[in-house]
């Protein structure tokens, strides 16, 4: 990793050599493919019981966006500004907030008043 | 492993693109808070869809609307689309002799995924009315409507932009406007794949289950 870039014409920019960022896209392609056709696979053809299921598709879900967010649109821990990082981390906690509050409250609300 | 900072979120251009890269700073990072504005939207038409699962005042639910196979279709050209749209940034990026043929032929293959995206995603919608899952049907099935359709309309906007970008490049090259656009409109791309990884997982594959 420390090794210094080659120096062609394309001096380090900030995502690496030409072909360090084209294995960079294969490896998400080949990562995010890795992470839907066993899912699919796994409901299709039942091979999980039902809960189990559904915390695989939950886990194959986080580990998808945090593919895609890291190959392809690029938002890393390291090496860009912090700004970024921060929008896109707030951002994820006042979707937590809300999202989960709404599910949590409602199921609340729904239990006291009996439920359909 | 790098000698230069990125400046902002998404794929750099880096100093070989000095004009377009300055530049790139304030529009990419705004058009991030506005990408992130539209997450929250999708986070909360799912959270809505995930309150009404059960609200289907006795119309049909998750397993007699959804087919998996179609929806699997979907999600292979839309991750395809993902790599094909990095494919024609990186050649944007690095082709020595800065040639537009190569950028337009990943974004020719781009916009083909995303509007057969889309047309798969509306022949769905029209199955769903057949089977009686109008919107007005059932809370649960408003609540699909406010969502997934979005989500397609979202792909429709950005295979829109799409060609309005290609017109420009065939027009005037690749100038700095054209190439700040398809930085911006990367960010929308992949940002559309996540959003519909979430729906899938929650909607059609929770559903099915």
Redesign the interface.
């Known amino acids: 990793m420390s090794a210094p870039v080659e120096t062609e014409d394309e001096t380090g920019t900030p995502d690496g050599t030409p072909q360090q960022e084209l294995r960079s896209y294969l490896w998400g392609y080949g990562l995010s493919l890795l992470l839907t056709l066993p899912v699919f696979g796994a409901v299709a053809w039942d091979w999980l019981p039902r809960a189990a299921l559904w915390w695989a598709i939950g886990a194959a879900a986080v580990a998808q966006v945090a593919v895609q967010f890291r190959f392809f649109l690029h938002i890393r821990l390291k090496g860009q500004a912090k700004e970024d990082l921060q929008l896109v981390l707030f951002t994820a906690l006042i979707l937590a907030m809300m999202g989960g509050g709404t599910i949590w409250i409602l199921h609340n609300l729904d239990g006291r008043m009996g439920g359909p | ?16 693109h000095a004009e377009a890269h300055g530049e790139a700073e304030a529009l990419v ?1 705004g058009f ?2 506005f990408m ?1 504005s539209d ?2 939207t999708f ?2 038409l ?3 869809y ?2 009404m699962l ?2 289907l005042a006795g119309g049909p639910g998750p397993k007699d609307l959804f087919e ?1 196979k179609p929806v ?1 279709i979907e ?2 050209v839309l ?2 689309s ?2 094909t749209y ?2 024609a940034i ?1 050649s944007l ?2 082709d ?1 002799g800065r040639r537009v043929q190569p950028v337009l032929a990943w974004l020719g293959l781009t916009l083909v995924l995303g509007l057969a995206f889309v047309a798969m995603e509306a022949k769905d919608l029209h199955a769903l009315l057949a089977k009686g899952g109008a919107p007005q049907r059932s809370g649960f099935l408003s609540a699909f409507w406010a969502l997934v359709p979005l989500h397609a309309l979202h792909v429709t906007a950005a295979a829109l932009w799409l060609m309005a970008i290609v017109a420009q490049v065939w027009r005037f090259g690749l100038d700095t406007p054209v190439k700040t656009a398809l930085l911006r409109l990367g ?1 929308l791309w ?2 559309l ?2 959003v519909w ?2 729906i899938i ?1 929650v909607v059609f ?2 559903g ?2």
Do not use: C, Q, Y
């Open positions: 492993m790098n000698t230069e900072t990125g400046r902002h979120p998404g794929l750099n251009l880096g100093s070989g990072f991030w808070v992130m997450l929250v986070g909360l799912l959270a809505t995930v309150t059960d609200n998996l699997f999600t292979l991750l395809t993902s790599l990095g494919m990186l990026k690095h020595p960010v992949h940002f794949d996540v990884i979430a997982s594959l929770g099915l289950a």
